[in-house]
């Protein structure tokens, strides 16, 4: 009983840095080879002028190098304990003209603001370098690259499978709506594979370092139609598309969508709509708070149950007829034999065209 107790007590203990304990559900794991920390901000390409987004600083064993090559460091943490820490860390050094810490808000002057980065407004910054609580990886994704002004790069800690789902290319095992999304906005990249030792605690996941660049200009495309498109293909992305378009589900959301469209032209007195990416597209990315890092394809085998048949529907030559229109879009873009797993953001591009010159919607 009091070896249990002692050996809890160390174990506790070798979680503990500048007396403060870790949290693992604000996942704490803290940096702790310096070689690897040179490595990352090596890799980030920091130039002297620019500002860096520091997101989870911790006790700041990363923002002391951002601090040597940056101009300056805005860092937002959620942990008090931390914020704390990292004035005790850097007052009196001399990067403490570099990195105002303060729990005042109000101050413009403030460089590290304490709070959760998902209901933050992220400040002006150039380039992001992070090692984050992986819990917030697709959120805090779409929230960066809904961001405004636009940033040149960011460079983000992640656990290994989200970050391998990011670059993940058509036909590879982990191309997904992640994967689709993320790519249409950005172009990423993979920098480093991180073991799970150079953290403290060792998290129970391997990691890996992603560089992401936003794309500017945005494709020409309205990214609610966009993700409705993608999330209808990889609800089973090894089904034909045939397959998942001829479902009764899916032609009555079309159906339905395809009519509130016609009814809306016609009271505009036949104004076209023109689907552009635009700013508001963007904020529904801010929004959401989904997570789309580990979607699984659903795996249903139902298909023929679930397929809409001629003889099927029920009153139904308007339904016939708009699921012919649908099977005839996808025969036109020689997409109805193919699967969502295999077709590249051109392909989706082309695609999603096609549905919306033909009146038909995804949101
Ligand atoms: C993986 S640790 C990284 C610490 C430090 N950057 C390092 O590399 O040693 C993640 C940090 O993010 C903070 N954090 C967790 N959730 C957060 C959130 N929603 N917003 C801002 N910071 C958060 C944690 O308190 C923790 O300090």
């Not at 500002?51 to 600083?57: D, H, Q, T, W, Y």
């Amino acid at each position: 009983m009091a070896g249990g107790k002692i050996r809890k007590a160390r174990h506790q203990q070798q979680h503990l840095q500048g007396g403060i304990p870790f949290e693992k559900f604000k996942g704490q794991h803290i940096l702790k080879n310096p070689m690897l920390v040179d490595t990352i901000v090596q890799k980030a390409g920091i130039k002297p002028t620019d500002i860096v987004l520091e997101i989870g600083p911790g006790t700041g064993n990363l923002t002391k190098k951002l601090l040597e090559v940056a101009k300056s460091v805005v860092a937002i943490e959620l942990d008090p304990r931390m914020v704390l820490e990292l004035n005790r860390r850097f007052q009196g050094t001399p990067y403490s003209n570099r990195l105002k810490i303060s729990l005042d808000l109000a101050l413009l002057l403030l460089q590290v603001i304490q709070g959760d980065v998902l209901k933050s407004d992220l400040p002006y910054f150039d380039i992001c370098v992070a090692n984050i609580p992986y819990q917030i990886s697709s959120p805090l994704t779409f929230k960066l690259l809904s961001n405004s002004p636009v940033f040149r790069c960011a460079v983000i800690m992640f656990q290994r499978e989200f970050a391998m789902r990011l670059v993940a290319n058509p036909g590879d095992n982990l191309y997904c709506r992640l994967s689709v999304n993320t790519q249409l906005l950005a172009r990423i990249s993979h920098l480093l594979k991180v073991g799970r030792n150079n953290f403290k605690p060792p998290p129970k996941v391997d990691s890996s370092v992603v560089r992401i660049e936003p794309r500017r200009p945005l494709p020409p495309v309205s990214f609610k139609e966009w993700d409705g498109l993608i999330r209808l293909c990889f609800n089973r992305k090894n089904k034909t598309l045939g397959s998942i378009f001829r479902q009764k589900s899916v032609l009555a959301l079309l159906e339905k969508n395809y009519k509130t469209m016609q009814a809306l032209k016609q009271a505009q007195n036949g104004e076209t709509e023109e689907d552009k990416a635009s700013s508001d597209d963007l904020g529904v990315l801010a929004n959401a708070t989904e997570d789309m890092s580990m979607e699984v394809d659903s795996g249903r085998d139902d298909d023929d149950e679930m397929e809409m048949e001629e003889d099927d529907v029920a009153g139904g030559s308007e339904k016939a007829a708009f699921k012919e229109k649908v099977i005839g879009i996808l025969h036109q873009g020689d997409f109805a034999e193919k699967r969502a797993s295999k077709l590249t953001q051109v392909d989706f591009l082309y695609l999603l065209s096609l549905f919306n010159k033909a009146g038909i919607h995804f949101c």
